[in-house]
Nanobody
């Protein structure tokens, strides 16, 4: 079965950095778009970044220039490098796998499988 396990969250001060990782298993990792999403208390889940099978990249405007998504198909892993963190980045971060082999982007409805999340807290 598909499993996604995130790690790397934590508490940092504004301006700090974190690197999130997601270990995937149970399917052919390289065949699917992968994404990072976040959800803050009382807010809807938001697409942060996505990476397609051909290396196409999507970022929400608020993280452009600060976050970098990458994937290592040999290690079945997804990463999110985050710098210049802001208090508004505080949220639970989830990695997700697209439902189908085709299609990628930041719309959560494109994704069927989700990890349990890792908390990122940025203090001012």
């Amino acid at each position: 079965q598909v499993q996604l396990v995130e790690s790397g969250g934590g508490s940092v001060q504004a301006g700090g950095s974190l690197r999130l990782s997601c270990a995937a298993s149970g399917y052919t990792y390289s065949h699917y778009c992968m994404g990072w999403f976040r959800q803050a208390p009382g807010k809807e889940r938001e697409g942060v970044a996505a990476i397609g099978t051909g290396g196409g990249l999507w970022y929400t405007d608020s993280v452009k220039g600060r976050f970098v998504i990458s994937r290592d198909n040999a290690k079945n892993s997804l990463y999110l490098e985050m710098i210049s963190l802001k208090p508004e980045d505080t949220a639970m971060y989830f990695c997700a796998r697209a439902t189908y082999i085709v299609g990628c982007g930041l719309d959560p409805s494109l994704f069927e499988y989700w990890g349990q999340g890792t908390q990122v807290t940025v203090s001012s």
